[in-house]
T-cell receptor
């Protein structure tokens, strides 16, 4: 079955540590890729997106992600996390020919001050 | 720009009653809106695609008669949970595409509605 996988369910880091969250998808064909963040009690917000071109995309708040087509991956990174990055992070895939988004199971990030 | 609102933000109802949730695109017209369900500590599950002026397209396993979707205007889609039961308690989120943006299917999400069925 086609799916979006996030391997890290819960990550706990100290401030200033580096972050990498994995995302893999199994859809064939051209896809658009997204990372969304959901802060406690808030709605989903777009962190970054990849449609085409440079596979390394930069988003808000110092986040970046790299699309590796051969690995069907779109991992999220941040060199130095802050306490305010504590949130749920969702990877999402949208098939280029369709409207629907399919989300991964999410990763809960806790940053300890 | 591209703001999506939902009403109500929270609703508590008795088992057996119906609940309507509204999703509005505030500053753009959305021919397509989407309804998701989010379980605690889980991801968003796409329930259905709401198409303005036509029937909604439901994902496999989602009961059409249970979750009624109406998209009567370009800025409003409604989700009605009919004969709600405690297992329908969840967080319901809508999203919309802004066709006026050249942003390759980017969706904008509403703040969600917390439904609790007693």
């Amino acid at each position: 079955a086609q799916s979006v996988s996030q391997h890290n369910h819960h990550v706990i880091l100290s401030e200033a540590a580096s972050l990498e969250l994995g995302c893999n998808y199994s859809y064939g064909g051209t896809v658009n890729l997204f990372w969304y963040v959901q802060y406690p009690g808030q709605h989903l917000q777009l962190l970054l997106k990849y449609f085409s071109g440079d596979p390394l995309v930069k988003g808000i708040k110092g986040f970046e992600a790299e699309f590796i087509k051969s690995k069907f991956s779109f991992n999220l990174r941040k060199p130095s996390v802050q306490w305010s990055d504590t949130a749920e992070y969702f990877c999402a895939v949208n098939k280029f020919t369709g409207n629907q988004f399919y989300f991964g199971t999410g990763t809960s990030l806790t940053v300890i001050p | 720009g591209a703001v999506v609102s939902q009403h109500p933000s929270r609703v508590i109802c008795k088992s057996g009653t119906s609940v309507k949730i509204e999703c509005r695109s505030l500053d753009f017209q959305a021919t397509t809106m989407f309804w998701y369900r989010q379980f605690p500590k889980k991801s968003l599950m796409l329930m259905a695609t709401s198409n303005e002026g036509s029937k909604a397209t439901y994902e496999q396993g989602v009961e059409k008669d249970k979750f009624l979707i109406n998209h009567a205007s370009l800025t409003l889609s409604t989700l009605t949970v009919t004969s709600a039961h405690p297992e329908d308690s969840s967080f319901y989120i809508c999203s919309a595409r802004d066709p006026g943006r050249p942003s390759y299917n980017e969706q904008f999400f509403g703040p969600g509605t917390r439904l609790t069925v007693l």
